[in-house]
């Protein structure tokens, strides 16, 4: 889908909240109106702190648009306004708010969503989090109309990329939103010029990727060493892996199983750990899996900062055979190797 620079400027309204959207956003102001930008309201985004608004406003705001913080579009009000700003195509990135089936057919084009996976596959919230999980080799992005199912609309088109031995979630999601946002403007100028095909999602293929929650990410240590691996790095930042030691929730960064490739040589791995069990060897700090074990990297205790392994072992005074809890872990479909 080769990139049309000779296509008309769209009037656009552009809805989207995290910095995921934000690249599209920016590539959105450069070649088309964007009239309006629909986002959501300030909230809190940090434990202390007062309410902060999206990525997406602050970038809206410095790029002088006129932002919406509707906390609904379920309203007479919001459809009033956005058939008021006669609008030729929506543009929606991870905005967090349901648009209603009566705003579907007010522009032109229709609503046109960038999505985090290769549809169907991984339709919901949380795509890139369960491709890291499921340890998948492959995912990408797709743009497709909207309608009233959760991401079931006709495909406008769709890009892939490769998920890397040792990618976290944060970081896969990053590449498919700088990615996305060219790959977007393409997708426009196809629908403006009238020479996309859309195309309906097969029923072949079809799986969901449900909102991942802070309870659950809780590590599932009985899980073998590589599903355990994946689970810490799909949640990797957000909601972010923990744990539980003595009934004190300690935060995880990205492990590495044994056979990881290392900076320094092989590492000195116990052996015969139970799930859980911690060990501090010369060249790490060890929890054992229902499969072989995995080295920890970066951890944060409860109310502290994030710290190397092992100068938290140090401070921790870990008796033998100190064992991380893992009840009630890993919530959702199971975790397999």
Known sequence: MPENLSSPRLRVLFAGSPDVAVPTLR???E????????TRPPARRRRRGSDEPSPVAVAARELGLQVLEWPTLRTPEARAAVEELDVDVA????????????????PRLGWV???FSLLPAYRGAAPVQWAVRNGDELTGATVFRLETGMDTGPVIG???EVVRPRDTSGELLARLSVAGAPFVLRCLDALAAGTAVLAEQPTDGVSLAPRILPADAR????????AVDRFVRSM???PGAWTELGGVRVKL?????AWATRRGGPPEVPEGLEPGEIAVTRTGVWVGTGGGAVELGDVAPAGKSWMRASDWARGARLEPGARFDWSAAGSGPEVSG
């Open 158 to 160: 769709a890009m892939t």
């Open 236 to 238: 990797t930042p957000a």
């Open 219 to 226: 590590v599932p240590w009985t899980a073998p060493a590589l």
């Open 253 to 257: 960064g990205p492990v590495l199983p």
């Open 113 to 115: 969503n960038l999505h």
């Open 31 to 38: 070649r088309h109106d964007v009239v309006a930008v629909l």
């Open 91 to 106: 543009v929606v990135v991870a905005y967090g708010v349901l648009v209603p089936a009566a705003l579907l057919e007010v």
């Open 27 to 29: 590539a959105l102001a």
